[in-house]
């Protein structure tokens, strides 16, 4: 790991994730919108099953990061690096199938599709057959879109939403739907999966709930799991490495421990100490 | 749908829909042929038919895709040219040919559309209205002086492109009307589909979910382009004589009009709207004074009243109508099916 | 005829019909600015204003100044009216719905005004009766210079007013950011009443300059005349009302450059493929606003 200014830390990385080749590497990630730097000198490695965690005070990019990590912005310096390709040159799409899954802090579904239709979007390029095929019915279309139907509601079955399948995606309630996004996001088969405040708007039980499932999630289908979080019981509960951000910067790397007891992320929460 | 009280068996789903088909061609077809149906309605019919593919095509673009073009009249004139041109060319039985014109005609028009859409769909929402718009007069203009430029007759420009063999006929229109509405559902239908409405209800989440969203919204806009011109061609066999002004800013608009009134991404709202749209103002013949006006404030009444249009997004499904008078459920009230209409399978 | 003098002329002309453009094209523009809607209609209220003017100089034998009085009148009612009866019920629907509304009303206006005066044109007579200016070898018509001053004038009393105005400062906050702008105690009611209002008093104008410069009213007269100063006030940024009148005069100079090198017929395609190449370079026009959508 290089240099962790200005908190000296022994990485993210957990034990287990050492000896395989990080899954995301950022480095010395930024942007400018017009003469604002709204995020300067990003630097993580995430480990191949790591969970980790992004916050800071609102307003202090974390959603930029993401933004800039799926390419919805285009870095105006730095590098990605996902396992051992660069993403340079490529768009939101192409990142997602090479490995990127995100969900949005303002729920983004598709919402007068069903609930399956929306997982099966997800499912977009595990479906193979052409345009033709479709309009002509070839068997494989029929034998693909049934498995296709068959993988959406397993992949359902991880929120216990396996009956939902036929029902609206906008009539769920909320918690639902920030459930659905999570599971179109795991269809896209990623290799890090990236949750923007997942348990926004949730209450306690739900996001107790939720923190399982993240576990099970990362365990079931060994990937990385990133998420910004302001329910710092759920951060600190699940996440292995956390970053802190404020300003744009990092300000601070570590375990759970370390953060907690770290001055500087204090003072950027709280403010300075009066003396 | 929600109530899944009946699963049909997809295999019989299709019997039904291809007996339907069939039924329904080979009964029209007698009731033109026998002269039950005056020649004066079956020209109605064909005409409806024609608007039909039009609006079901521009459906593509509005209710699917999310689009809003404003120039698909002159994708119809491209296709209406195209074929015409060739068919004037045709020299021997040009009924036996007229398939392969309305080929060329969808084809031209799926180019043209190929070419406009990649500018086009960059800009989103009333900008690409606006670029459709000023691509739709800019067709209508070259087709109304290329001939000076060229130096040789080839639109004929405003003196009309005349004698194009009138090939279309119930037979050819009812076919294409069927083609259009089963090659549009299975599309839909499928994972293709999927990703252009996908991509008209949050087009950063699709994106996010890997979907190529150039790819599908070009494709989306190619083949309502291709429908629009396979439309201008069967006009052209329809009408015989082809004349720019016919294919100006106002047709787009019409358009347009059935789309919406009937409810977008509505297939048979399209199909309802356009027959209305259509029959009504035939109808309305003898009040021609006010019938312009009769129906201009009808739009603007069922905007008011009904905005998102008379079918909303419904789409109608022979099969699980079917479904529903044999079981216990409450049937509908219309159990009017269109005569053009393939009825639609709904998972 | 100097080459010098061609050239000169064709610039007046170009002026004169950009100036008109640019006035039909601040209501384009300040509709959209306010409540997001491509108002159709407006083109035909130009229609009716040239039809007015016809009434009251031709039927009613009254002189120029009441019919321009009562042309512009006409306008800026029916711009109200409009807005009340079509628009208004219209505000929760989607944009698309008000979109085909505004359709609707240009059809309808075109209808009737075709049922009420036929479908021919009815020559309009004189309006403007000033002597052309010479200078030189070049003479330039008393309409161009009129219709000149008339719209520029126009323009910068529309400037004053929304600069200044409390109204005018209404009607930003409005395009601004409508519900703060509600928080703040602005009547959106009365604000997108005045703007139909101002709107459709500059299209009555331009109706009238219009009506100078080719002295006839027909029911489609409204309907490309329309559809250009729209394509003006896109190509300024539609939305920003210095833009219009950019706009305005930029197509009025484009399809005199069009004529002027003699591709008259293709003038309508110049006017649009500019159109086209504006958007896709700037796709928000030369002076809108760009809004993004924030994730």
């Avoid at chain 2, 039924?23 to 009731?31: D, I, N, Y």
């Avoid at chain 2, 000076?148 to 639109?155: A, E, I, M, P, W």
């Avoid at chain 3, 709107?199 to 009506?211: K, P, R």
């Amino acid at each position: 790991m290089s240099k962790l200014l200005p908190v000296p830390s022994r990485g993210m990385i957990p034990e287990r994730d050492i000896e395989s080749p990080p899954v995301l590497e950022a480095i010395h990630l930024g942007v400018d919108f017009g003469g604002l730097v709204a995020v300067d000198d990003f630097h993580l490695l995430i480990g191949r099953t790591e969970i980790s965690g992004l916050i800071g005070p609102n307003g202090a990019g974390k959603t930029t990061v993401f933004n800039l990590l799926t390419k919805v912005y285009q870095p105006t310096r730095g590098t990605i690096l996902l396992g051992d390709k660069d993403t340079a040159g490529m768009n939101t799409s192409q990142v997602c199938r090479a490995g990127i899954a995100r969900t949005f802090q303002n729920i983004r579904l598709f919402k007068d599709m069903t609930v399956a239709e929306n997982v099966m979007v997800g499912l977009h390029h595990d479906i193979k057959y052409h345009i033709p095929g479709a309009i002509f019915r070839v068997p494989g279309y029929w034998r693909q879109e049934k498995a296709a139907r068959g993988k959406a509601k397993d992949m359902l079955s991880i929120f216990n939403m396996q009956d939902m399948g036929d029902i609206k995606a906008g009539g769920l309630p909320y918690g639902a739907q920030r459930r659905l996004e999570i599971v179109r996001a795991l269809a896209t088969d990623p290799s890090i999966l990236l949750l923007d405040e997942p348990a926004a708007g949730m209450n306690p039980s739900e996001t107790a709930e939720l923190m399982e499932n993240i576990t099970k999630i990362r365990d079931v289908y060994q990937i990385a799991i990133m998420l910004i979080e302001h329910d710092m019981k759920l951060v600190m509960g699940i996440c292995e490495g956390i970053a802190v951000l404020n300003y744009g910067k990092i300000i601070a790397k570590g375990t759970p421990a370390e953060i907690m007891s770290n001055p500087v992320v204090v003072e950027a929460y709280l403010g300075k100490k009066e003396a | 749908m929600k109530q899944t009280t009946n699963k049909m068996p997809m295999w019989l789903r299709y019997v039904i829909n291809i007996i339907v088909f069939f039924v329904l061609f080979g009964g029209s077809t007698g009731l033109v042929n026998s002269s039950i149906i005056s020649t004066y309605y079956t020209r109605i019919i064909v005409l409806c038919g024609i608007n039909m593919i039009l609006a079901l095509s521009l459906n593509i673009a509005t209710g699917y895709l999310g689009q809003l073009p404003l120039g698909h009249a002159g994708f119809m004139a491209l296709g209406a040219y195209a074929s015409a041109i060739f068919m004037r060319s045709v020299t021997v039985s040009p009924s036996a040919i007229f398939p392969l014109g309305i080929l060329i005609g969808g084809v031209t028009a799926a180019f043209v559309g190929f070419l406009i859409g990649i500018p086009a769909l960059r800009l989103k929402g009333d900008y690409l209205a606006i670029i459709t718009l000023g691509f739709g007069e800019i067709i209508r203009v070259v087709l109304l002086n290329i001939d000076s430029v060229l130096g040789f007759k080839f639109t004929y420009g405003a003196a009309s492109l005349k004698n194009i063999p009138k090939t279309t006929n119930f037979f050819n229109t009812f076919l294409c009307v069927a083609i259009t509405c089963f090659v549009i559902h299975t599309i839909m239908k499928s994972r293709h589909g999927r990703a252009t409405l996908a991509i008209r209800d949050n087009e950063i989440a699709a994106e996010a979910c890997g979907i190529n969203t150039t790819y599908y919204k070009t494709f989306g806009f190619t083949l309502s382009a291709f429908f629009a011109g396979v439309a201008g061609a069967l006009y052209a066999g329809y009408i015989g004589v082809l004349s720019p002004s016919a294919f100006g800013f106002m047709k787009s608009i019409e358009i347009l009009v059935m789309v919406v009134l009937g409810g977008m991404g509505s297939m048979i709202g399209s199909i309802i709207s356009a027959t209305a749209l259509t029959a009504l103002p035939e109808m309305l013949r003898a009040f021609s004074q006010y019938r312009m006006i009769a129906y201009s404030l009808l739009l603007v009444i069922v905007m008011i009243f009904k905005p998102t249009g008379l079918m909303g997004n419904y789409d109608f499904s022979l099969s699980s109508l079917i479904g529903k008078i044999g079981g216990k459920s409450k049937p509908k009230s219309k159990t009017k099916t269109k005569p053009e209409k393939d009825g639609e399978t709904n998972e | 005829m100097s080459v010098f003098s061609t050239i000169f002329t064709q610039l007046m002309n170009g002026l004169q019909t950009g100036s008109v453009y640019a006035l039909v094209a601040l209501g384009y523009s300040m509709v959209y600015g306010i409540i997001l809607l491509l108002n159709f209609a407006h083109g035909d209220i130009i229609m009716v204003g040239a039809y007015t003017a016809w009434l009251f100089m031709v039927n009613f034998g009254q002189s120029p100044w009441v019919a321009v009085i009562a042309a512009i009148a006409a306008c800026t009612v029916l711009g109200v009216v409009i807005e009340k009866v079509a628009y208004t019920p219209l505000r929760k629907a989607p944009r698309l719905s008000l979109l085909i509304t505004a359709i609707g009303i240009s059809f309808l206006l075109e209808n009737l005004a075709q049922l009420i005066f036929g479908a021919g044109a009815r020559p309009v007579p004189t309006i403007i009766d000033v002597a052309p200016v010479t200078i030189g070898s070049v003479s330039i018509s008393g309409t161009a210079i009129v219709t000149i001053i008339v719209s520029v004038v126009s323009m910068i009393l529309l400037n004053l007013l929304i600069k200044k105005s409390k109204m005018g400062k209404a009607m930003r906050a409005v395009s601004e950011d409508t519900g703060a702008a509600q928080l703040m105690g602005i009547s959106l009611n009365k604000t997108i009443t005045f703007t139909f209002a101002v709107g459709s008093a500059l299209a009555g104008i331009g109706s009238v300059l219009y009506c100078a410069a080719y002295p006839q009213a027909s029911p489609t007269m409204g309907a490309m005349l329309g559809l250009k100063a729209f394509v003006a006030a896109v190509l300024g940024g539609i939305g920003s009302i210095p833009g219009a009148m950019i706009g305005g005069f930029a197509i009025g100079l484009a399809e005199a450059g069009a004529s002027a090198l003699g591709l008259s017929v293709w003038k309508d395609a110049v006017v649009f493929a500019i159109l086209i190449v504006v958007l896709v370079v700037k796709p928000t026009g030369l002076l809108g606003r760009n809004l993004q959508e924030k994730v």
